[in-house]
Structure formats: C-alpha cells, structure tokens
C-alpha cells in the first residue's frame, strides 16, 4: 500500500505519516516512511536517535551524489536517474522501518534547481511504483512531487486538515489538484478537534464521502515532544492513530492485498 500524506503547515501531517508508519511496522510490514517535508522531522517523531539523523543528511542536499547520478554539469542532465539502489543504502533502518530522508522540493530560480528536482523525481517513481512494500510519505504543504504518472501510483491521498477556514481551503485546493492528477482515491482527515464545535464545522465542510475521519486534540502529544522518550512518543502515537487505522486499511485496499504482498 502507498499512503500520501498532506496539507498545510502545521496541520499535523508528520504525527499521522508517524502513526501509520509504527502500525504497518506493529503488524509485521516492512515500511518506507519517507520525509518528504521541508521541515524533515519524520525521524524525530519516530524516535530515530539525533546521531543517526546527523549522519544521513537529506537526499536533496547530497550534491555530489545527485551530480553523479544526474551528470549535471555544462546545463544538460539526465531526467531519469537510476536510484534504486538509493533506497536502501541511504535509508536508516529502525527494525522493519526504512527511514528516506528527501527532504523538499528546491524552488525554482536556485542554482541547482533542476538536478535535484529530477533526482527526488525518481525517488518518488521507484517508490511508488516500483516497491511492493508499504510506503508512507510525509509530503509538504502540496503534491509537487507526484506527476500525472505516479499518482497513480499512490492508493491513498489523506489530506489532514485543522478545524479552521485557511486549512481547510488549503486541503479542498489539494483535493482538487489531487484529482486532476487522477490520484485513484483521496481522504480528508480532521485533526487537532477540540470541541463539538470543532467537529461540526469539519463535518459540514466536507460530505462523509471526502471525510475519512477525526482525531481529537492530544496534550499528551506535545508533552511527549518536549522530552526524549522515544517509547512515550511511540505509545501517544499508536494510541491517537490506531483509531483510523481500520478505516485506512480498507480505502487503500484491505489487509487481504498487503498481506498478499508480504508474500511476494
């Protein structure tokens, strides 16, 4: 199964991506969570020690590797990269979790923008594509690393959403432009819902058919955050996530196609 998470900054994106990466792990998957955000801080939330984060830095700014793999130089490159082999010796593995760190999209007008925007390109198609594995990717505020192609290549879009009007004009933009790159089947999950105020305005922004579900408010979250208990973190994570697990598993196929996968 390919999971893509998104939304607007700050909505909870890298919580969920987390969640989903430790339950696929629990119940015995090989996971590739991939920190596709800017912000890179998918390994803190899954408790990957801060030695390890330092010694593999993001795919994007490794230079030297994307030029060999490129043959940037002189203003020609190659658009398709061979980087398979690039998920696995670049990963840092957390049991039967293979951690990528991309890191985000370069914006148009760097020095370097196209290269590197073809290498993660091609990370993406192998993921998508090529893996028969779970995949998680904790995207940013947008879907710039897909293409018409390898959207198809994701069974699942969640778009997570706060109870505000900003964040949710954010996900119905994401929404759309996921559906016009023929993404097979997009879910908008509320997130950080405090009250029944909260859940009513999300349940009327989005018909039951868009709204996959709503996880409350966790202090105990932010709590863990501040302190460095992997474990602690681990357990608020299973816990506030574990409640759309079920619903996850069946939009993106059911248990029956991951475990047939397991197999392959």
């Keep these: 199964m390919k999971i893509a998470i998104t939304g607007k900054g700050g909505v909870g994106k890298t919580t969920l991506a987390a969640g989903l990466v430790k339950l696929f792990a629990r119940h015995g998957f090989q996971v590739y969570a991939v920190d596709a955000d800017p912000d890179i801080s998918l390994g803190t939330t899954l408790g990957v020690p801060e030695e390890a984060l330092k010694a593999q830095p993001p795919l994007v700014e490794m230079r030297q590797l994307i030029k060999e793999r490129t043959g940037s130089g002189g203003g020609f490159y190659v658009l398709n990269p061979q980087v398979d082999d690039i998920l696995d010796s670049y990963s840092i593995d957390l049991d039967n979790i293979k951690l990528l760190r991309m890191g985000g999209y370069k914006n148009v007008g760097s020095s370097c923008y196209c290269p590197e925007n073809a290498f993660l390109n091609a990370i993406v198609n192998s993921l998508l594509l090529g893996k028969q594995d779970v995949v998680i990717l904790d995207f940013g505020a947008g879907i710039e690393h897909l293409t018409r192609g390898t959207a198809r290549g994701v ?34 999950v509320g997130n950080k819902v405090r009250t029944d105020k909260e859940m009513d305005f999300l349940k009327k922004s989005f018909s039951p058919d868009e709204l996959l579900g709503i996880l409350e408010y966790k202090e105990e979250i932010w709590e863990e955050s501040m302190l460095d208990d992997p474990e602690g973190m681990n357990a608020v994570l299973v816990d506030s996530v574990g409640r759309l697990f079920n619903d996850i598993i069946n939009e993106g196929g059911g248990m029956e196609k991951e475990q047939s996968l397991k197999r392959i």
């Excluded at 778009?159 to 089947?185: F, G, Q």
């Design 155 to 188: 069974d699942l879009m969640l778009i997570v959403t706060e109870p505000t009007k900003v964040s949710v004009d954010t996900a119905r933009v994401i929404k759309k432009l996921s559906s016009d790159m023929e993404v097979p089947k997009v879910k908008v």
